[in-house]
């Protein structure tokens, strides 16, 4: 395990840089050395986007030297799991472009770097940087992205003019907040769990842990999907860091489903149940600062679903949960199972709109089964829909862009699941900080 690692998101896919140039009689006409791009990946409310591109002019230039409108960038997208893997190709709008250096911060003066800014939505495949293989696995992964950045106008500098460039040789990237997480596997009894992990900045103090178990969309072997087929790796970010002081977060990933059970799939049992607990208990005994009273669990869908089974079978270990969108269907929890569960703290949240785990099949009977039982710090944000609320996504008609209604996780992974308990507005994430063994 390498820790901060800039691992490539993409196949390696080298085709030569082309360049091409004005008749040598042109004084003015600059040549550079061979060129490339870099890729930025940002992890979306709908997955992973490659945002940007940073492209090696192989030349400093004026940081004035560049707009929107000096490349073209195209892509091609495929995916190699599948029988034909090509998805897609099409020009990717540029809205924005400046000079900067090679991390793509902008430049002061002169730099030999370009970054161009990509226009991206929920609805704008051509950005993604995962593919959900619908029919086969039943898994996202990262998929192959071939770009080719094409120059559209001059590039003046003291030295001369740069043009015509062609830039088709990919040279990596990095993918924020990914890149700062580790990875692993461990083995219990011929079961093998891969997993992502951050670790917060080092102090004198304990750090709690959050662990966070994936949906049905980010099994498989490869632990950075767990944490990128949709926004999990936000629980490394800054802000929501803040309200922890640093925490530890522990992402498992099970080689296909949580809700693969020993009778069926989803039968309140799971064959990854032992092995996961075996992994949590070894992760806190390797990282001596845990604090071992703040150790919190939540997971959505398929990992609400097991989120579920582990504070139903081990409610005293964990100092709060909060399941999201889960799917452990009521019938299948008994009255001594809530009777397990009611005086630990709970947050649920859930959608209305959510056709995939109904919440009247599933959370509502059990928080109101809770509730009867006397919980006492139990509570459910119960959503009338999943829309985007950074304001900068419509639909064709002017209105708030709406997610699926199964897609409550985008409210916890931006901590806005709000409440006002015991009289004080509350977020998520500020009363899960709150919860401890020894409060």
């Known amino acids: 395990m390498k820790k901060h690692a800039k691992t490539d998101m993409l196949s390696t896919l080298v085709a030569g840089t082309t360049l091409s140039f004005k008749p040598e009689t042109n004084a003015n006409e600059l040549k550079t050395q061979p060129s490339s791009y870099r890729t930025v990946t940002e992890i979306e409310d709908w997955g992973a986007v490659i945002t940007k591109v940073i492209v090696d002019l192989g030349k400093p230039v004026p940081n004035d030297s560049v707009s929107k409108d000096t490349f073209e960038v195209h ?24 000079v900067a250096d090679e991390n793509g911060t902008p430049a002061v003066k002169t730099g030999k770097y370009v970054m161009l800014e990509m226009q991206i939505a929920p609805d704008i495949s051509l950005g993604s940087a995962i593919n959900y293989d619908v029919e086969g696995s ?72 959050i ?17 990128s087929g949709n926004k999990a790796a936000n629980f490394a970010s800054e802000e929501i860091q803040s309200y922890f002081d640093g925490a530890y977060v522990l992402a498992p990933q099970t080689p296909t489903f949580w809700m693969d059970g020993f009778t069926g799939f989803g039968d309140g049992t799971s064959k990854y149940q032992d092995a996961l607990l075996s992994l949590i208990k070894d992760y806190v005994a390797n990282n001596k600062d845990i604090d071992q009273n703040r150790i919190y669990i939540g997971g959505d869908s398929n990992g609400g679903y097991m989120t579920m089974l582990m504070i139903r079978d081990y409610p005293e270990y964990f100092a709060a949960a909060f399941p999201t969108c889960e799917a452990l269907k009521d019938t299948l929890i008994t009255d001594e199972d809530i009777e397990n569960m009611k005086n630990l703290p709970i947050w649920f949240i859930h959608a209305k709109t959510d056709n995939v785990v109904p919440a009247d099949q599933f959370v509502v009977p059990t928080y109101n089964r809770l509730i009867e039982a006397g919980a006492k710090d139990v509570h459910l ?31 916890v992974y931006n901590n806005e699941v709000v409440k006002t308990i015991d009289g004080k507005k509350i977020s998520l994430m500020e009363w899960l900080a709150n919860q401890s063994l020894n409060k």
Do not use: C, M
């Open 381 to 411: 944000s119960l959503f009338d829909n999943v829309v985007d609320t950074s304001g900068l996504y419509q639909n064709a008609d002017g209105t708030t862009y709406e997610y699926h209604g199964h897609w409550s996780w985008i409210y």
């Open 138 to 209: 039943g898994y996202n992964d990262w998929n192959e992205n071939k770009y080719t950045i094409t120059q559209q106008k001059e590039i003046e500098t003291p030295a001369g003019t740069i043009s015509e460039l062609v830039v088709d040789t990919f040279n990596g990237g990095v993918r924020e907040l990914v890149d700062d997480f580790s990875t692993g596997k461990a083995t219990y009894d011929d079961v093998t769990l891969t997993y992502a992990d951050y670790t917060p900045v080092k102090d004198n103090g304990k750090s709690p842990l």
């Open 211 to 227: 662990i966070w178990l994936h949906g049905a969309g980010e099994g498989g072997t490869d632990p950075t999907i767990a944490i």
């Open 75 to 98: 892509v091609s997208r495929s995916d190699s799991r599948l029988a034909n893997p090509f998805l897609e190709e099409g020009s990717r709008k540029v809205t924005n472009a400046f």
